[in-house]
């Protein structure tokens, strides 16, 4: 019992000093939570079929994240235990003098940490409580459903999903806290504070010997991920990864070693006012926080990646919906199937989709009006013919699973316009001996575009044909989330005419229609009825095993669909964001606090050789926005390869797009990381001016 009060004061005691820590634990909790219980609050609101599904998989991927982040999470708070522990040295070692065992410092640490994670645990479940409710608010805006069902849920699944996934933790940091007790001497706990740090590396030269390794290899990772993205397969890139690692820990550990020596060297900067005593806490600091500053680097570059690619893809998903979905519905249908017209199956492939659907009573009058073309393919013009020689190495560099055998895609000119128009796109015009590429994925048409600066003939049939331009026409056939055209060929109507069922067979025929509707809710009413007409057995049974294909695409279906991939992709930035840079900001701010309470005598010399209170602070300062800024400057190094990387991968090319995710990341990360060094300053400044 006098242990369990010797416990309760002590916390009582240490509050102050380090709120942060339980803040920290109380916003992880609470965090850990809002995610875990999304399950619960979705469940109250009325979704569509489509809207459901990724629901679904966003909580799925969320359960997944969750681990990591109970990772993330377990290391800060060990992390954090051993600044804790190593901050009362001295207090441990009066207890053992005064003849306290350590089995009794560590039944100490046990109260203490079970004190804890009580009051993190009730703490933050209940602001996660709330914190859900507006989580619902968001969900249901982002996916715009309908929340008259919804009622002030508490979610127990993630109350113990929670305290489970802490609990481990907090079991972890006691038989952490007994281990290290028990490795401790009497003699070291008194000496602790006097100890001064020793850099970790002694040699200079062998410091800027691995300050250029670390550079050099930096630089081939930067290079690497950002301008041969495409050229990287996993095993690649898990070795940029694993270079990036390297280099940021040589990078930390290289400047321990060489820093305050080249500082010293700049003798008029290094005696001007505190600098001296500035850069030697600075330098002590680096040396025995080089691996923990490697990993606050890494969350922080994590952090800013994440967020910042992330909200610029929900963006741009939003942003070209309107352009890629400019009608209602498509539907493809496949044709030409190779047999003999007396079968059926080969008969009903004949038939254009407008013929198939009047042949399996559709109710028309659903439709207010549609357009019809048919998409053609010569089988010797394939993705051999378009790309040679020195193009195609790089084609197969970028695209390693491309079908080199695949066929092309041709549409005649009046056609292709025809749908254009119908779609509000640009037409084309093309005059005998001419064909025009049209593509709108940016990696193929940049290959296409040198294709086409180059002249490259096209022949299908005995006709050969040449470029009208020397760059791709923009625009698509069919609806999609994203920019996903990889190319077609435009000819002149006279080739469809001459070469159409010898040269040239029917790939495809697409039909592109809008609803009889104006009304959002009125177009799905309409859009459920042509499902049920889609999915009634009855009306394909003749093309089941024909190899006929079928497709449907509705404008509200992606629509849903982008919305939701937007959706999911913003909650999980958001929740690796906000972890992640907590976790790494509060790392520093611990390991900043714990060294204001071992150099408190050190700042108190200061005081004594006549150093105002001014200058004291602006030292404070100095060092603490150095130590801070040191890990966040090469994150942000760091983060303009990531998200080049990242922006090449997804194809992402929308730079307001990205200006607009930029600026959030950055208030965001000025938010939290500045309020976590405005907490930590005013904190070290309260304990160095103790008396």
Known sequence: MMLFKLSLKNIKKSFKDYVIYFMTLILGVAIFYVFNAMDSQTAMMRLSQSTKEIVELM?????????VVALILGFLIVYASNFLIRRRKKEFGIYMTLGMGKREISRILLGETILIGLLSLAAGIGIGVFASQFMSILVAKMFETDMSAYTFIFSRQAAVKTVACFGIMYLIVIIFNVFTISRYKLIDLFHACRKNEKGRLKSSGLAVVLF???????????IQVAFHTQELDQQKTMLMIVLGCVGTFLMFWSLSGFLLKLLQRIGKFYHRGLNAFVLRQVNSNINTAVFSMTIICLLFFVTITVLSTGLSLNHAFRQELTRNCPVDMN???????PGSTDDPAVAASLLTVEESMKNLDFDFSLLQDWVEITVYTDETFTWNQVFRGE????????????RWDGCQSIVGVSEYNKLASYYGMPVCELSEGEYQVVCDFSSMERLFNRSLADNTPVTIGETTLLPRETVCADGFLLMNIQNSNLGFYLVPDSVIAEYAGTVLSREENILAANYAAEKKQEKKEIEERVKAWMNDDAVWRNMAGSGIAVDGLTKIYIYDSAVGLSSVITFIAIYLGIVFLIAGAALLALKELSESTVNKERYAILDKIGVDEKQKHQALLWQMGIFFGLPMLLAMIHAVFGILYASNLLNMYAEKDMRS???????????????????????????????
């Open 59 to 67: 909580i799925y991927m969320l359960t997944g994240v969750s681990v």
């Open 212 to 222: 250029a390794v670390s550079c050099a290899v930096l630089a081939y990772a930067y």
């Open 391 to 402: 193009m195609k190495e790089e084609v197969e560099k970028k695209f390693p699973r491309i």
């Open 331 to 337: 539907l493809v249908k496949t044709m030409d199937v």
């Open 661 to 691: 995710s930029l600026v959030f990341t950055g208030a965001f990360l000025i938010f939290v990381y500045g309020g976590y060094f405005l907490a930590t300053y005013m904190g070290s400044r309260r304990i160095i001016d103790e008396k």
